[in-house]
């Protein structure tokens, strides 16, 4: 087991999968309860995840996200969406605009670093169809897709990015 500095350095985003090989329901539920873990505005966890494992379905998301196929390659592809309505509750059109989307993505980086932990690997897809993700998937009215994440073992193990210093990104006052 990786202590969390090696989990957040072995990050990568993955794009080819094993496609023997299965996510395992304990591996896949222990990473949803590290979603559901996430810090979220008013403990209100605004945000609703859908495990799209079907592989028509994850061809239909490969195509609303412009051909991206390692979509339909990946075992798992974990559909986050912001709950608007759930956040405007507690704190109103702040909530609705800004609070959902942020406690859809935290749940969406926790999960990727327990998909790291677990051994699996993962990609953040922002770039789809909102429109045509909701109508795939039957979304109920008002949620709202915010970002798609393959899982799976890896079948690559890319090159570390380079990233910015330090000192370009963070500033001390």
Same mark, same amino acid.
């Given at each position: ?11 990568? @985003? ?7 090989? /299965? ?16 810090? @979220? ?10 495990? %799209? ?30 709950? /608007? ?47 045509? %993700? ?19 073992? /890896? ?19």
């Amino acid at each position: 087991m990786w202590d969390f500095f090696e989990t957040v350095r072995h990050r990568h @985003s993955v794009r080819q999968y094993q496609a023997d090989m /299965p996510v395992e329901d304990a591996k896949l539920h222990a990473i949803l309860e590290m979603a559901c873990a996430a810090p @979220s505005a008013g403990d209100l966890q605004a945000y609703r995840i859908v495990v %799209v494992r079907d592989a028509a379905e994850r061809q239909g998301l490969a195509d609303a996200a412009a051909g991206q196929h390692f979509i339909a390659a990946a075992p798992v592809c974990l559909v986050f969406c912001a709950d /608007p309505a759930r956040s405007a509750t507690e704190f109103g059109p702040r909530g609705e605009a800004l609070y959902a989307v942020q406690d859809t993505t935290i749940a969406a980086a926790y999960t990727q670093l327990a998909a790291v932990a677990a051994g699996l690997a993962s990609a953040w897809i922002g770039y789809f169809d909102e429109v045509a %993700v909701a109508r795939l998937l039957h979304l109920e009215p008002g949620l709202k897709p915010i970002a798609l994440m393959t899982v799976g073992y /890896p079948a690559e193990l890319p090159n570390p990015t380079p990233r910015r210093r330090l000192a370009e990104v963070v500033s001390f006052r």
